[in-house]
């Protein structure tokens, strides 16, 4: 059983929830873009403005690991579902929500670490969280060990929080008020673009040769231990590379905030 992912009720669900968001935003404060009557300038078209912060050791470096940390996190989004079916998990659309649930508790988390890590270690802490999740999901295949799962899924609240919110707070300073729309999209097309197109051509490969024909969940092992393994030598590369001032760090979260 997998819940009302199993039905096409989830569709119906989401376009309802769809409409809703769309009413709603409609009663958010008026909010004009800040080009708007400007000119339209090729260079703004190719983000050239953003792509230019790449000359910025610390921002490079930032970017290079958002995309390559993107590659291993598709397996996440591609065959979370379908491992726990497997492993045996009851109504799997209700498990996987955990996650949401914790993104919204570790929002709140936020701004009481990032006077006290700053930066570099709240990114760090992001890109571990990575490692641990993957590890719990190979090592929770076990009926003793499906605790594991449910703390893997939790993790999705530190996975996502620390390093994508973190690290959009971060690029929104970095980038000034002028470029921040375009560097921001820049880390979007980075990771959710580069990356999730990569770890999803990359994922579904590993699945093919190590997970599809097996009848046994044991078979997912090997596939997550690969994704954990690459969030953890991605972790370290930013670790001994990314140099950022934790004082600076705490001094743009609170004019960022």
């Known amino acids: 059983m997998t819940g009302i992912s199993d039905t096409t009720g989830i ?6 929830c769809s409409v809703a968001l769309a009413l709603y935003s409609l009663t958010l404060p008026h909010t004009p873009a800040p080009a708007k ?27 290079l690991c958002a995309t390559l940390i993107s590659v291993p996190l598709g397996t996440y989004y591609a065959y979370t579902a379908s491992y726990l079916a497997d492993a045996g998990v009851k109504d799997v659309s209700t498990a996987m929500s955990f996650g949401q649930m914790s993104e919204i508790v ?14 570099k270690y709240m990114l760090l802490i992001g890109m571990a969280a990575w490692f641990v999740r993957y590890a719990f999901f190979a090592l ?12 893997g899924i939790l993790l999705h609240g530190v996975c996502y929080d620390f390093f994508f919110v973190v690290g959009f707070i971060y690029t929104d300073r970095v980038a000034g008020e002028k470029v921040k729309g375009q560097a921001q999209s820049m880390i979007v097309m980075f990771t959710y673009g580069i990356g999730m197109l990569l770890g999803s051509q990359i994922s579904g490969a590993l699945y093919n040769h190590l997970v599809a ?10 596939f997550w231990w690969i994704p954990a393994v690459a969030a953890a030598v991605i972790a370290l590369i930013f670790l001994f590379s990314f140099q950022y001032k ?12």
Request: charge should be positive; proline fraction near 4%; hydrophobic fraction near 55%.
């Open 11 to 16: 569709f119906t669900l989401a376009a309802l």
């Open 37 to 63: 009557g400007m000119p339209v300038q090729f260079r703004d078209l190719l983000c050239a403005d953003a792509f230019a912060l790449l000359k910025t050791r610390h921002f490079l470096i930032f970017s």
């Open 106 to 119: 570790f929002m709140l988390v936020i701004p009481l670490l990032f006077r006290r890590l700053g930066v």
């Open 140 to 151: 929770g295949v076990s009926e003793e060990g499906r605790f594991l799962l449910y703390l």
């Open 213 to 222: 024909g097996q009848s046994v969940p044991q078979a997912w092992v090997t």
């Open 246 to 257: 934790r004082e600076r760090a705490a001094l743009i979260f609170q004019e960022g905030v």
